[in-house]
């Protein structure tokens, strides 16, 4: 038998962490965790940062664009515009139709 089997893991409560800030390493102890070791001794930067907690949606779903694109709006073609009772629209319209 080999004598790492026989052993328990050991459990660490210190902790080496690295600034991006600063560049430098240092030990937390983790058994006492405070809110003053959420910063780098050495550049007082806050390098802990909180957890984002998933927000509910309800979204849609479809194959790929590339392959079928008629969930995709496409905002270059435009819909037919809306015309007034006599079918000609409004003035900028008319003027357009007329030349």
Known sequence: MCDAEEHALLQRVEVVFACKKCKKCFRKDTSQWDESDE???HCDNHFVIDA???QAALRV???DIRKDSRMVKDDRIKGERQRGIFGLGDAGDLADRLG
């Open 61 to 63: 779903e479809g194959e």
């Open 52 to 54: 984002k907690t998933p």
């Open 39 to 41: 910063y780098c001794p």
